[in-house]
T-cell receptor
Framework: GAGVSQSPSNKVTEKGKDVELRCDPI?????LYWYRQSLGQGLEFLIY????????KSGLPSDRFSAERTGGSVSTLTIQRTQQEDSAVYLC??????????FGPGTRLTVL | KQEVTQIPAALSVPEGENLVLNCSFT??????LQWFRQDPGKGLTSLLL???SQREQTSGRLNASLDKSSGRSTLYIAASQPGDSATYLC???????????WGLGTSLAVNP
Protein backbone atom coordinates (compact mmCIF):
# COMPACT_ATOMS: atom_id res chain seq x y z
CA GLY A 1 0.00 0.00 0.00
CA ALA A 2 0.93 3.63 -0.28
CA GLY A 3 0.89 4.47 3.42
CA VAL A 4 1.69 3.05 6.85
CA SER A 5 -0.83 0.46 7.95
CA GLN A 6 -1.50 -0.89 11.43
CA SER A 7 -3.54 -3.78 12.71
CA PRO A 8 -5.78 -4.32 14.46
CA SER A 9 -7.46 -0.92 14.45
CA ASN A 10 -9.08 -1.68 17.80
CA LYS A 11 -8.19 -4.23 20.44
CA VAL A 12 -10.08 -4.93 23.64
CA THR A 13 -8.42 -7.33 26.04
CA GLU A 14 -8.64 -8.46 29.61
CA LYS A 15 -6.09 -7.47 32.20
CA GLY A 16 -3.23 -9.97 32.31
CA LYS A 17 -3.51 -11.09 28.68
CA ASP A 18 -0.77 -10.59 26.07
CA VAL A 19 -1.38 -8.51 22.93
CA GLU A 20 0.48 -8.03 19.65
CA LEU A 21 0.21 -4.90 17.57
CA ARG A 22 1.42 -4.86 14.00
CA CYS A 23 2.85 -2.11 11.82
CA ASP A 24 3.51 -2.25 8.07
CA PRO A 25 5.70 0.73 7.13
CA ILE A 26 5.97 2.42 3.77
CA UNK A 27 8.04 0.24 1.46
CA UNK A 28 11.67 1.28 1.45
CA UNK A 29 11.54 3.29 4.66
CA UNK A 30 14.49 2.26 6.78
CA UNK A 31 13.48 3.82 10.09
CA LEU A 32 10.39 2.86 12.07
CA TYR A 33 9.07 4.38 15.29
CA TRP A 34 6.45 3.40 17.83
CA TYR A 35 4.66 6.07 19.87
CA ARG A 36 1.85 5.92 22.42
CA GLN A 37 -0.93 8.45 22.99
CA SER A 38 -2.75 8.12 26.28
CA LEU A 39 -6.04 9.86 27.03
CA GLY A 40 -5.41 13.44 28.05
CA GLN A 41 -1.67 13.15 27.52
CA GLY A 42 0.68 13.91 24.69
CA LEU A 43 2.37 11.42 22.46
CA GLU A 44 5.34 9.63 23.91
CA PHE A 45 8.15 7.85 22.12
CA LEU A 46 8.46 4.11 22.77
CA ILE A 47 11.09 2.59 20.48
CA TYR A 48 12.95 3.23 17.26
CA UNK A 49 14.21 0.77 14.63
CA UNK A 50 16.89 1.31 12.05
CA UNK A 51 16.60 -1.67 9.77
CA UNK A 52 15.98 -4.65 12.04
CA UNK A 53 17.91 -3.32 15.01
CA UNK A 54 16.56 -1.13 17.80
CA UNK A 55 19.22 1.40 18.81
CA UNK A 56 16.85 3.20 21.15
CA LYS A 57 14.40 1.38 23.41
CA SER A 58 14.46 4.08 26.06
CA GLY A 59 10.76 4.87 25.80
CA LEU A 60 9.46 1.39 26.60
CA PRO A 61 7.63 1.86 29.93
CA SER A 62 8.42 -1.55 31.42
CA ASP A 63 9.91 -4.94 30.62
CA ARG A 64 6.40 -6.12 29.71
CA PHE A 65 6.83 -4.19 26.46
CA SER A 66 8.95 -5.51 23.61
CA ALA A 67 9.15 -5.01 19.87
CA GLU A 68 10.80 -6.57 16.91
CA ARG A 69 11.20 -5.83 13.25
CA THR A 70 11.86 -8.43 10.59
CA GLY A 71 13.12 -8.12 7.03
CA GLY A 72 13.55 -4.40 7.51
CA SER A 73 9.80 -4.08 7.13
CA VAL A 74 7.00 -5.27 9.41
CA SER A 75 7.24 -4.52 13.11
CA THR A 76 5.37 -6.07 16.02
CA LEU A 77 4.91 -4.43 19.42
CA THR A 78 4.11 -6.97 22.12
CA ILE A 79 2.68 -6.15 25.53
CA GLN A 80 2.71 -8.98 28.03
CA ARG A 81 0.41 -9.25 31.05
CA THR A 82 -1.48 -6.12 30.05
CA GLN A 83 -2.52 -3.62 32.69
CA GLN A 84 -5.26 -0.99 32.58
CA GLU A 85 -2.67 1.78 32.35
CA ASP A 86 -1.56 0.28 29.03
CA SER A 87 -4.82 1.48 27.46
CA ALA A 88 -3.90 4.01 24.78
CA VAL A 89 -3.61 4.54 21.06
CA TYR A 90 -0.39 3.02 19.74
CA LEU A 91 0.95 4.79 16.67
CA CYS A 92 3.60 3.66 14.24
CA UNK A 93 5.56 5.92 11.91
CA UNK A 94 8.14 5.31 9.22
CA UNK A 95 10.63 7.56 7.50
CA UNK A 96 13.38 7.43 4.97
CA UNK A 97 16.67 9.17 5.70
CA UNK A 98 15.34 10.55 9.00
CA UNK A 99 13.13 13.05 7.30
CA UNK A 100 9.37 13.50 7.39
CA UNK A 101 7.65 10.88 9.53
CA UNK A 102 4.51 9.28 8.13
CA PHE A 103 2.02 7.81 10.57
CA GLY A 104 -0.36 4.90 10.47
CA PRO A 105 -3.96 5.18 11.73
CA GLY A 106 -3.05 3.67 15.08
CA THR A 107 -4.30 0.78 17.20
CA ARG A 108 -6.66 1.69 20.01
CA LEU A 109 -5.95 -0.69 22.89
CA THR A 110 -8.44 -1.01 25.74
CA VAL A 111 -7.52 -3.16 28.73
CA LEU A 112 -10.52 -4.06 30.87
CA LYS B 1 14.80 17.79 29.28
CA GLN B 2 13.46 18.23 25.78
CA GLU B 3 10.00 19.81 25.83
CA VAL B 4 7.45 21.33 23.48
CA THR B 5 4.83 23.83 24.64
CA GLN B 6 1.82 24.76 22.55
CA ILE B 7 -0.30 27.83 23.17
CA PRO B 8 -3.24 28.15 23.28
CA ALA B 9 -4.47 24.75 24.43
CA ALA B 10 -7.83 25.43 22.81
CA LEU B 11 -9.14 27.99 20.39
CA SER B 12 -12.62 28.71 19.03
CA VAL B 13 -13.03 31.14 16.14
CA PRO B 14 -15.68 32.11 13.60
CA GLU B 15 -15.24 30.95 10.05
CA GLY B 16 -13.06 33.17 7.89
CA GLU B 17 -10.65 34.34 10.58
CA ASN B 18 -6.90 34.19 10.16
CA LEU B 19 -5.27 32.56 13.14
CA VAL B 20 -1.89 31.71 14.62
CA LEU B 21 -0.96 28.67 16.66
CA ASN B 22 2.21 28.89 18.73
CA CYS B 23 4.82 26.30 19.57
CA SER B 24 7.96 26.69 21.66
CA PHE B 25 10.68 24.12 22.14
CA THR B 26 13.66 23.78 24.42
CA UNK B 27 16.30 22.27 22.14
CA UNK B 28 17.90 24.63 19.60
CA UNK B 29 19.77 21.71 18.00
CA UNK B 30 16.71 20.42 16.21
CA UNK B 31 16.96 18.50 12.97
CA UNK B 32 13.52 19.53 11.75
CA LEU B 33 10.11 20.57 13.03
CA GLN B 34 6.86 19.02 11.90
CA TRP B 35 3.26 20.20 12.30
CA PHE B 36 0.52 17.57 12.32
CA ARG B 37 -3.24 17.54 12.34
CA GLN B 38 -5.24 14.97 14.30
CA ASP B 39 -8.98 14.50 13.86
CA PRO B 40 -10.97 12.83 16.67
CA GLY B 41 -10.40 9.08 16.69
CA LYS B 42 -8.06 9.31 13.73
CA GLY B 43 -4.33 9.10 13.12
CA LEU B 44 -1.91 11.92 12.42
CA THR B 45 -1.71 13.82 9.16
CA SER B 46 1.53 15.64 8.43
CA LEU B 47 0.89 19.25 7.42
CA LEU B 48 4.28 20.89 7.09
CA LEU B 49 7.89 19.93 7.67
CA UNK B 50 10.50 22.64 8.23
CA UNK B 51 14.15 21.65 8.07
CA UNK B 52 16.52 23.29 10.55
CA SER B 53 18.08 25.32 7.73
CA GLN B 54 14.72 26.75 6.66
CA ARG B 55 12.70 29.59 8.15
CA GLU B 56 9.26 28.77 6.76
CA GLN B 57 7.15 26.43 4.68
CA THR B 58 3.82 27.03 2.97
CA SER B 59 1.09 24.70 1.81
CA GLY B 60 -2.15 26.21 0.59
CA ARG B 61 -3.69 28.25 3.39
CA LEU B 62 -1.07 27.06 5.88
CA ASN B 63 2.24 28.71 6.63
CA ALA B 64 4.67 27.51 9.28
CA SER B 65 7.69 29.46 10.47
CA LEU B 66 10.72 28.40 12.45
CA ASP B 67 13.01 30.52 14.62
CA LYS B 68 15.63 28.24 16.12
CA SER B 69 17.37 30.99 18.07
CA SER B 70 14.25 31.76 20.07
CA GLY B 71 12.96 28.19 20.06
CA ARG B 72 9.67 29.08 18.43
CA SER B 73 7.47 27.99 15.57
CA THR B 74 4.11 29.33 14.47
CA LEU B 75 1.43 27.80 12.28
CA TYR B 76 -0.61 30.41 10.44
CA ILE B 77 -3.99 29.38 9.03
CA ALA B 78 -5.55 31.83 6.61
CA ALA B 79 -9.29 32.19 6.04
CA SER B 80 -10.19 29.39 8.46
CA GLN B 81 -12.96 26.95 7.53
CA PRO B 82 -15.08 24.57 9.65
CA GLY B 83 -13.15 21.70 8.07
CA ASP B 84 -10.01 23.01 9.76
CA SER B 85 -11.45 21.97 13.14
CA ALA B 86 -9.02 19.47 14.63
CA THR B 87 -6.14 19.21 17.07
CA TYR B 88 -2.88 20.63 15.77
CA LEU B 89 0.32 19.10 17.09
CA CYS B 90 3.82 20.51 16.94
CA UNK B 91 6.82 18.19 17.18
CA UNK B 92 10.54 18.51 16.74
CA UNK B 93 13.02 15.93 15.66
CA UNK B 94 16.34 15.85 17.45
CA UNK B 95 19.12 13.54 18.39
CA UNK B 96 20.81 10.70 16.64
CA UNK B 97 17.66 8.62 16.42
CA UNK B 98 15.49 11.49 15.26
CA UNK B 99 12.59 10.62 17.55
CA UNK B 100 9.84 13.19 17.67
CA UNK B 101 9.27 15.24 20.82
CA TRP B 102 5.64 16.34 21.05
CA GLY B 103 3.54 19.18 22.37
CA LEU B 104 0.09 18.54 23.83
CA GLY B 105 -1.58 20.24 20.90
CA THR B 106 -4.01 23.07 20.23
CA SER B 107 -7.64 22.05 19.87
CA LEU B 108 -9.17 24.27 17.19
CA ALA B 109 -12.87 24.76 16.56
CA VAL B 110 -13.91 26.86 13.56
CA ASN B 111 -17.56 27.76 13.82
CA PRO B 112 -19.71 28.31 10.71
Amino acid sequence: GAGVSQSPSNKVTEKGKDVELRCDPISGHTALYWYRQSLGQGLEFLIYFQGNSAPDKSGLPSDRFSAERTGGSVSTLTIQRTQQEDSAVYLCASTQEFNEQFFGPGTRLTVL
Amino acid sequence: KQEVTQIPAALSVPEGENLVLNCSFTDSAIYNLQWFRQDPGKGLTSLLLIQSSQREQTSGRLNASLDKSSGRSTLYIAASQPGDSATYLCSFNAGNNRKLIWGLGTSLAVNP
